[in-house]
């Protein structure tokens, strides 16, 4: 038996005292970049960030709408269900731009105070 099934048991497990793999090697460089993000960003400067975000997606802009979205509720599922066709097809249509405009707006308008502000709160435990 070579030395890598050695270090298994009759089910392929490792057993115990094994110190695994070198892991990913590009996690240390991303955990480093998070750390200095945090280290360079207040928490005053955060909430101002996710304010203009905010302001920006009330105002009709789309790409900031999905942005504080999917950071509020999480990334949607693609789905094919009715009400997703029917915003598709109100996008595509003539008025797409404005529509969009006010479904974004209105969307966005469901995010309370308090969900916005858990988010920067999230953001500040980590520092």
Do not use: H, Y
């Not at 240390?28 to 955060?46: D, F, H, M, P």
């Not at 304010?51 to 105002?59: F, G, N």
Request: glycine share 10%; with cysteine; hydrophobic share 40%.
């Amino acid at each position: 038996m070579d030395e890598r099934n050695s270090q298994r048991n009759a089910l392929g497990q490792f057993l115990p005292g094994n110190k695994g793999g070198p892991g990913n090697p590009a996690a240390a460089a991303v955990a480093r970049n998070r750390q200095a993000l945090l280290e360079a960003v207040s928490v005053s400067e955060l909430r101002e960030v996710v304010r203009s975000v905010l302001e920006q997606a009330l105002a009709g802009d789309i790409q900031a709408a999905k942005l504080i979205l999917e950071r509020c509720c999480g990334r949607a599922e693609p789905s094919t269900t009715a009400p997703t066709v029917a915003i598709q097809n109100v996008m595509n249509s003539g008025q797409g731009e404005r529509s969009g405009q006010v479904l974004a707006r209105d969307i966005v308008a469901r995010i309370t105070a308090e969900r916005a502000g858990r988010l920067i709160e999230v953001s500040g435990d980590q520092s």
